[in-house]
């Protein structure tokens, strides 16, 4: 089946230390997508990558960074200087075109030790 | 600025009753419209997506939407609620033009039906 996957499902990470969720799609998409949502209010944009070796800052980058070395392959990186890393982080992708609709995988909560 | 809103954090419904989960929007030109449903510790589901033509669009799970370009609406209906539909619905745009598929999402609405 295709799909998204992401893992691990829950993450815990230490303070001053840096941690990779990792995001793999089948699905043949170019476009793939990373957010953070947090309760209350919705889902916000940190990268997106719309082509292999290129990626775009989302509305809350800071603290974050990202790869794309592989069409399926699309790591988020929360970095320490993340001073609230505490979310749960989704990893979706689509195809890009204006009209299709993203696929999301079933996503990773982290949280502070 | 564009914008996404979702008034009602929550409703209620009793099972068998019709929903509404409301939706309106703040974009330049004609939006792609879109609606998901998201159950606890899971991603987001596509339910479905309003693109041109005809305003009342159909998905799935019985759900359908309803696209108001005069009011900038795009509601979601069920005619008659089931428990299992409990769960947390976002409407999310896609604003007409530009260079990538971003999408805007509302801040949701967690939807319990009661038996």
């Known amino acids: 089946d295709g799909g998204i996957t992401q893992s691990p499902k829950y993450l815990f990470r230490k303070e001053g230390q840096n941690v990779t969720l990792s995001c793999e799609q089948n699905l043949n998409h170019d476009a793939m997508y990373w957010y953070r949502q947090d309760p209350g209010q919705g889902l916000r944009l940190i990268y997106y990558?719309?082509?292999?070796?290129?990626?775009q800052k989302g509305d809350i980058a800071e603290g974050y960074s990202v790869s794309r070395e592989k069409k399926e392959s699309f790591p988020l990186t929360v970095t320490s200087a993340q001073k609230n890393p505490t979310a749960f982080y989704l990893c979706?992708?689509?195809?890009?075109?204006?009209?299709?609709?993203?696929?999301f995988g079933d996503g990773t909560r982290l949280s502070i030790l | 600025a564009q914008s996404v809103a979702q008034p009602e954090d929550q409703v209620n419904v009793a099972e068998g009753n019709p929903l509404t989960v409301k939706c309106t929007y703040s974009?330049?030109?004609?939006?792609?419209l879109f609606w998901y449903v998201q159950y606890p510790n899971r991603g987001l589901q596509f339910l479905l997506k309003y693109i041109t033509g005809d305003n009342l669009v159909k998905g799935s799970y019985g759900f359908e939407a309803e696209f108001n370009k005069s009011q900038t609406s795009f509601h979601l209906k069920k005619p008659s609620a089931l428990v299992s539909d409990s769960a947390l619905y976002f409407c999310a745009v896609r604003p007409y033009g530009g260079a990538t598929n971003k999408l805007i999402f509302g801040t949701g609405t967690l939807l319990a039906v009661q038996p």
């Open positions: 979706a992708s689509s195809i890009d075109r204006e009209n299709q609709p993203q696929h």
């Open positions: 974009v330049s030109g004609n939006p792609y």
């Open positions: 990558s719309q082509i292999v070796n290129d990626f």
